[in-house]
C-alpha cells in the first residue's frame, strides 16, 4: 500500500500569510504526528493525534500554530499570519500504536519558505 | 542539557571504513532506543530498534545501548556510499511521552 502521503512537497509564501499543511497517513494507522525539522535544529515534536483526538499539543510553538484531524485518517496542519522564522520542513508522521513502542512512518515532508 | 545530544558532524568516512555514530542522554526513564536513516529531501525512516539495553545487530549495522553511562551508539561496518545520510537517534519512555530526536549526524562515505 501507499507510505504516508504529504502536500505541497513545497509552499512558498509571504509574511503573514496563513499555509495549510496536508498529511494522508497509511491506512490503518491510528497514531499521527506533525515534526518541524529546521536546519540543524534536528526534528521537533507539535502535535500527535490518536484517533481524531490530540491529547499532546505541547509543541506546538505558538497559537498560529493549529492542526485538526478528521475522519480518524487525513490531518491538517495551519500555520497563521506566517513569520520567516516558520520556515522548515514540516514532516507527518503515523504508526500504529503510539510510536514510543512502535515505528514511525514518515512521509516526505512539506518544504515552507516564508519570504 | 538537552534531553538528547548528538554531534551533529559532519562525518567523512573513505568506502569500507567502520562508522561509529553515537547520542547520550540525561532521562534515565528512557526505555526505547532507535535509530533513524534520512536521504537528502526525504523522511527518516526506520534502521534499527532496541528495547532496553544490550546490543542488537542486523547486516552490517549493531545498535548498542548502555543505560548506565545513558549513551547509545549506532555501528556501521563495511560502508557503503550508499550509506551517506543523515542519521538521527530517538528515545521514548513506554506508552507515555513522545519521542525524542536527536539533531542528526551527517555522514558521507566516499567512493
Known amino acids: 500500500g501507499a507510505g504516508v502521503s504529504q502536500s505541497p512537497s513545497n509552499k512558498v509564501t509571504e509574511k503573514g500569510k496563513d499555509v495549510e499543511l496536508r498529511c494522508d497517513p497509511i491506512s490503518g494507522h491510528t497514531a499521527l504526528y506533525w515534526y518541524r525539522q529546521s536546519l540543524g535544529q534536528g526534528l521537533e515534536f507539535l502535535i500527535y493525534f490518536q484517533g481524531n483526538s490530540a491529547p499532546d499539543k505541547s509543541g506546538l510553538p505558538s497559537d498560529r500554530f493549529s492542526a485538526e484531524r478528521t475522519g480518524g485518517s487525513v490531518s491538517t496542519l495551519t500555520i497563521q499570519r506566517t513569520q520567516q522564522e516558520d520556515s522548515a520542513v514540516y514532516l507527518c508522521?503515523?504508526?500504529?500504536?503510539?510510536?514510543?513502542?512502535?515505528?514511525?512512518?514518515f512521509g516526505e515532508g512539506s518544504r515552507l519558505t516564508v519570504l | 542539557q538537552k534531553e538528547v545530544e548528538q554531534d551533529p558532524g559532519p562525518l567523512s568516512v573513505p568506502e569500507g571504513a567502520i562508522v561509529s555514530l553515537n547520542c547520550t542522554y540525561s532521562?534515565?526513564?528512557?526505555?526505547?532506543f532507535m535509530w533513524y536513516r534520512q536521504y537528502s529531501r526525504k523522511g527518516p525512516e526506520l534502521l534499527m530498534y532496541t528495547y532496553s539495553s544490550g546490543n542488537k545487530e542486523d547486516g552490517r549495522f549493531t545498535a548498542q545501548v548502555d543505560k548506565s553511562s545513558k549513551y547509545i551508539s549506532l555501528f556501521i561496518r563495511d560502508s557503503q556510499p550508499s550509506d551517506s545520510a543523515t542519521y538521527l537517534c530517538?528515545?521514548?519512555?513506554?506508552?507515555?511521552?513522545?519521542?525524542?530526536f536527536g539533531k542528526g549526524t551527517k555522514l558521507s562515505v566516499k567512493p
Open positions: 532521562n534515565s526513564a528512557f526505555q526505547y
Open positions: 530517538a528515545m521514548g519512555v513506554g506508552s507515555q511521552g513522545n519521542l525524542i
Open positions: 508522521a503515523s504508526s500504529l500504536v503510539r510510536a514510543n513502542t512502535g515505528e514511525l512512518f
